[in-house]
């Protein structure tokens, strides 16, 4: 049940990431036909509006990442064999990313609040817009990662062969 909300609330991320990329088509085509073709005045605020929405992307990648099992997970060891190593093995990588996403969590919410108290130069949008992105993907990496340590010593427990 919370494997298929988490899965649903991954594919929404996803749209989200697809929906972001193409945005950031417009910002960044309007800088790019405003250098070389003088068709358009150049506007500063496309930089920063790029910039926003790359940070964005940015976060909402490592966020998929981490529940595809695909982010902060460098094998310098062959992938164990034997079920409790492999627990370990999985476990301190999906353990780490835990930990990570905490801090993240924790600490950046200090950092959200510095970015409340700014303001971008050429758009005159406040900060948190970026800022807050630091507490949110540390939520959402300890939520991946918890399940995905709890799956980990799910399948430990269950015998080989067995299905629920």
């Not at 500063?44 to 940015?58: D, K, P």
């Not at 301190?92 to 609040?113: D, K, Q, S, T, W």
């Not at 005159?124 to 990496?141: D, E, Q």
């Amino acid at each position: 049940m919370v494997g298929r909300l988490l899965d649903r609330f991954c594919i929404g991320l996803r749209i989200l990431l697809g929906v972001l990329m193409g945005v950031l088509a417009i910002p960044v085509a309007m800088q790019v036909i405003s250098r070389y073709t003088g068709l358009i005045p150049t506007y500063l605020w496309t930089e920063e509006l790029a910039t926003f929405i790359f940070i964005w992307i940015v976060m909402i990648g490592s966020m998929v990442a981490v529940w595809d099992g695909t982010h902060f997970d460098v094998r310098v060891i062959p992938d164990a064999q034997r079920p409790v190593l492999r627990l370990i093995q999985n476990g301190i990588v999906h353990l780490a990313i835990l930990i990570f996403g905490l801090m993240f969590a924790i600490y950046g919410i200090e950092y959200a609040e510095f970015g409340s108290n700014q303001r971008s130069v050429m758009m005159r949008a406040n900060l948190l817009i970026t800022h807050i992105s630091l507490p949110v993907v540390g939520v959402i990496w300890s939520i991946f990662a918890s399940y995905r340590l709890a799956q980990e010593f799910l399948a430990f427990r269950q015998p080989a062969g067995a299905t629920q």
